[in-house]
């Protein structure tokens, strides 16, 4: 074998050896078995996740001193643009709003998913008036402890039609007990005309219902309005 070497041209035997180390690298697996030096000035790097192409070091002579390689490549950052959408020109808010409503509105949210508790006024257990109760105490606001007291004496009466977000509403739910009962705060009304209330429910907690559910349209009583524009 070395005789048949020794035969051929010089030439032919410098383009073998380049053929030899010009192997292409094609897994990240083939990558970490064979330590591979690629005869082209780009290398490929695999990570976890990206591939990142970089230009081989190139040396360059210094003085006093050994060569000194390029600066090492850095995985390249991703840019997170956001986006402000301006407020278009023709807004207008709603002036039907009280912002004083819709904060207590918030602040009753805040209560959703509280279990039920017969005289409880805290995140460990409340009843509806307790829920509503203390939703305006937040505001200092103080109201009647029950819901029969509540519709007895506080704010005055409004149409189920014109009921805004913060209006409290009253139910008779209780077979045994005739009369007012129950009571729940409105939180939404949408563009259909749907009202939306959170009270305190003795099987669910604190959640968000409708008076589109035929239970809460055939049980209610009236609306009352506290907080004034």
Known sequence: MLKH???LPLTLLLLTSVGAMAQSVT????SSQNDVALATTEK???LDHDVV???????EKTK???NKPADNPKKKKKKIVIVDEPTPADYIANAEESYLARQIVNN???FQGTPYRGGGTTHAGMDCSGMVYATFQIFDITLPRSSASMAAGAGTEVKLENVKPGDLLFFDN???HRGINHVGLVTEITPEGEVKFIHSSSSRGVMVSSMSEPYNSRTFI???RVIED
Not at 27 to 30: D, L, R, V, Y
Request: charged fraction near 30%; glycine fraction near 6%; proline fraction near 7%.
């Open 44 to 46: 490929v790097v695999f």
């Open 222 to 224: 009236q609306a009352k």
């Open 108 to 110: 009753a949210l805040e």
């Open 27 to 30: 897994s990240k697996s083939e």
């Open 53 to 59: 192409t970089y230009s081989a070091p190139v040396k």
């Open 174 to 176: 209780n077979r045994r």
């Open 64 to 66: 006093g001193g050994p």
């Open 5 to 7: 070497l020794k035969s």
